[in-house]
C-alpha cells in the first residue's frame, strides 16, 4: 500500500478525496486523477460522506459496480479519523467519521477567528454593480432587497477570496433626471402662483414639494417670473387621467416632453441649476440612506462623464464601424437580432439624442476597459429583457461575453396583519426603505431581504420581523450569539485562555453534531459564492443556532470538572465565532446581549 494520506489534514472531506484517490490508483489507476465525488448522505444511518465513484467508473470498465466499491474499499488506509466504511445498495462507498475528525474543528475555528471559512486569495478581480436607482425619488423597498443582496453578494465574494469592488451607476443624465427637474419646477411655480397643472406622469412624491419649497426659501420667486401660458405654449395639453389607451399614453409624453423643452428654453441658464439641484438632493438622501442601512460603494459612477469623456459617441462609432448599426427613419438602430435579441434596438434618436441603451453600451465597455475578470450587474427582475440586448452590444464589440453576468432581483411584498401593503409609486405613495428600516430595523431588513435566492419572490411579513421570539429567524440566530456571550461573561476568561482547550472531550452527539454544522461553514461560504446566493449563509445560520441550542439544552456547559467545562466553553465560542462572521457576511449585527 501507499503511504498514509497526511495527518496535519484538518478537513475531513480532503482527507477522505486522498484516502479515496490513492485506493483508486491501486484498482483503477486510469481513472484516479477524475475529479471525485463525496456528498453529505440525507440519512445519518448511511454516515457522514458519501461518494458514488464505483458507480460513475462501473459501466467504462465493464464490472459490478458493488464489487468494484467492494474492492475499493479494501484498498482505503485505515486512518483514526475514519470509524468505518461501508458499501451499501448497488455501489456507493459509505464513510462514518470518529469523533476526533469532528470536534478537530473546534482548535481550527479559534486558532482563525474571524478568518475561519474564507477562502484563499483567487487573484480574480470582481465588479458587482448593484441598486444604480434612478435618483428621482427616495429608494423604495424594492431598492432595500436590491441593496441587501447586492452587498452581501459582494461580501460573501470578497471572503471566498475574490477581490471585489462595489459600484453604483448614477443616472445622472437623460430624460427622468429632466422630469424630476421639470416636477420640481413646476411644484415651486405652485407657490407663487404661476398655475400649470400638474402632469399625471411627472413625479408626484412630497419629496418633489419639499424640494421646491427649499429652493423658494433659498431663492425666493427668481425662477418664477414666468407666465403659465408660457410654461404651457405648443403642448398638445394632457388627456383624461383614466384613459390608458395608447394615444393616451403617447399624448402625454409628448405633453411631459413640450414642458420640459419650454422649462428649458424659459429657464435658459437656471435650468441647469435646478437640474443639478434636485439631482444633489435626491443623490444625497440615497447615499445616505444606503450608508444608514450599512451599505457601501467603492465608486459612485456617473452616467454623465460617459458623455462627457466621448465614451458613448465612440461606442455608437466603433458599433458603426464594425458594421453592426443601420438608418432608418433618421435614426440609427442596432443589429441586436444578429446576437438572438427578438428585435433591433435604436441607439440614436432621429432628434440626434442618444438612448439610454447607448450609455448602457458604453458603461459596460468602460467596465471591459477597467480589466474587470467579472462582471456582475444586479438588475430588478422588471429588467429580464434587457439581458440580450446588452450581451449583444458585448459580442458586437468583441468583448468576452463570459465576464458578464447579470442576478436578476425580484419585488419584495410587505404583509402587516396577514394582508398586503399596498404602494404605488405613480401617486408618490410608495412605502420607502428609510420607512421598512424605521419599522423593522436594519438587522431584520438585511436578513429578510436575503432568506429567499434573488430571483424568487419575497413576502416580507413585517410583523414576524418584529417578533422577539423563535419564529423570528434574525433574532434567532442573534440570540445565539447573545447566549453564548452571557456564558462567557459568566466564566469571566477569554476566547484566548480556550485555544488549548482539549476538545476530544466533546463526544455526546449533540456537541459532535455542532461540530460537524462548524465545519461545514467554509464549503458552504464557497457554494454561496460560485452560485450567487447569500441565502445559503442565512439558512445555515439558522441551522447553526438551532445546533447549537439543542446542544445547549442537552448539556450543561459551565460544569465543574475544568478540562471538560473548557472544552465546551470552547466548542461556544467557535460557535459564537462563526455566527458573528456569518451575520456581518449579511450585514446583521451579533449582539452580545438582548
Not at 458507480?55 to 485505515?78: D, G, H, M
Amino acid at each position: 500500500m501507499s503511504q498514509d494520506p497526511s495527518l496535519s489534514v484538518s478537513d475531513p472531506k480532503v482527507l477522505l478525496a486522498a484516502l479515496l484517490r490513492q485506493a483508486l490508483m491501486a484498482v483503477v489507476p486510469q481513472y484516479a486523477h477524475l475529479p471525485l465525488t463525496l456528498e453529505r448522505p440525507k440519512a445519518a444511518s448511511h454516515g457522514d460522506w458519501a461518494s458514488n465513484i464505483a458507480l460513475q467508473f462501473a459501466r467504462q470498465i465493464k464490472r459490478n459496480p458493488r464489487e468494484l466499491a467492494q474492492e475499493i474499499v479494501r484498498e482505503i488506509t485505515p486512518h483514526p479519523w475514519v470509524a468505518k466504511v461501508e458499501v451499501a445498495g448497488p455501489g456507493f462507498i459509505n464513510f462514518t467519521l470518529a469523533p476526533a475528525a469532528k470536534n478537530a474543528v473546534v482548535p481550527q475555528v479559534l486558532a482563525r477567528g474571524v478568518r475561519y471559512g474564507a477562502g484563499e486569495s483567487t487573484g480574480r478581480r470582481i465588479l458587482v454593480e448593484f441598486v444604480s436607482a434612478n435618483p428621482t425619488g427616495p429608494l423604495h423597498v424594492g431598492h432595500g432587497r436590491g441593496a441587501a443582496y447586492g452587498a452581501a453578494l459582494s461580501d460573501v465574494l470578497a471572503f471566498a477570496g475574490h477581490t471585489v469592488e462595489r459600484e453604483y451607476y448614477v443616472n445622472d443624465a437623460g430624460r427622468q433626471m429632466d422630469i424630476l427637474a421639470l416636477s420640481t419646477w413646476l411644484r415651486y411655480l405652485e407657490r407663487f402662483g404661476v398655475a400649470v397643472p400638474f402632469p399625471s406622469n411627472a413625479y408626484q412624491g412630497r419629496y418633489v414639494i419639499d424640494m421646491a419649497a427649499t429652493i423658494a426659501e433659498r431663492h425666493g420667486d427668481r425662477f418664477a417670473r414666468v407666465r403659465a401660458e408660457d410654461v404651457l405654449a405648443g403642448t398638445p395639453g394632457e388627456p383624461d387621467p383614466e384613459r390608458t389607451d395608447p394615444q393616451a399614453v403617447e399624448q402625454r409624453e409628448r405633453h411631459l416632453d413640450r414642458l420640459i423643452a419650454n422649462a428649458k428654453r424659459l429657464l435658459g441658464e437656471d435650468y441647469a441649476w435646478i437640474h443639478e439641484f434636485a439631482l444633489a438632493e435626491q443623490l444625497g438622501d440615497c447615499r445616505d440612506d444606503l450608508a444608514e442601512f450599512g451599505v457601501r460603494f467603492d465608486r459612485w459612477f456617473s452616467e454623465k462623464s460617459l458623455y462627457d469623456t466621448g465614451m458613448v459617441e465612440r461606442a455608437v462609432e466603433t458599433l458603426k464601424q464594425r458594421g453592426y448599426l443601420y438608418e432608418q427613419d433618421g435614426a440609427w438602430w442596432f443589429r441586436s437580432t444578429d446576437f438572438g435579441d427578438d428585435k433591433d434596438r435604436v441607439v440614436r434618436r432621429e432628434n440626434g439624442s442618444y438612448t439610454y441603451f447607448a450609455s448602457d453600451i458604453a458603461y459596460h465597455w468602460n467596465k471591459y476597459e477597467r480589466g474587470y475578470d467579472l462582471m456582475i450587474d444586479i438588475w430588478g427582475a422588471d429588467h429580464h429583457g434587457y439581458i440580450p440586448r446588452v450581451r449583444a452590444a458585448i459580442q458586437a464589440l468583441g468583448l468576452d461575453p463570459e465576464k458578464f453576468e447579470v442576478a436578476l432581483v425580484q419585488f419584495a411584498v410587505l404583509y402587516r396583519n396577514g394582508e398586503k401593503v399596498s404602494m404605488s409609486t405613480r401617486a408618490g405613495e410608495f412605502v420607502t426603505l428609510r420607512q421598512l428600516r424605521a419599522e423593522v430595523g436594519n438587522d431584520a431588513c438585511r436578513f429578510f431581504y436575503v432568506l429567499r435566492k434573488c430571483d424568487q419572490h419575497l413576502d416580507f411579513d413585517l410583523d414576524l420581523a418584529k417578533k422577539q421570539s423563535n419564529e423570528n429567524p434574525v433574532y434567532y440566530v442573534q440570540y445565539a450569539h447573545a447566549r453564548i456571550c452571557s456564558v462567557l461573561r459568566e466564566w469571566g476568561g477569554t476566547i484566548e485562555d480556550l485555544r488549548e482547550a482539549d476538545a476530544s472531550l466533546l463526544t455526546s452527539d449533540a456537541a459532535l453534531d455542532l461540530c460537524v454544522r462548524l465545519q461545514a461553514f467554509p464549503e458552504v461560504v464557497q457554494t454561496a459564492a460560485s452560485e450567487r446566493a447569500p441565502h445559503h449563509i442565512a439558512f445555515y445560520l439558522k441551522d447553526l443556532a438551532s445546533d447549537f441550542h439543542a446542544w445547549y439544552n442537552a448539556e450543561r456547559i459551565l460544569v465543574e470538572e475544568e478540562p471538560l467545562r473548557l472544552a465546551r466553553l470552547a466548542l461556544a465560542a467557535a460557535v459564537k465565532t462563526v455566527l458573528a462572521t456569518g451575520l456581518g457576511l449579511l450585514g446583521v449585527s451579533a449582539p452580545e446581549s438582548m
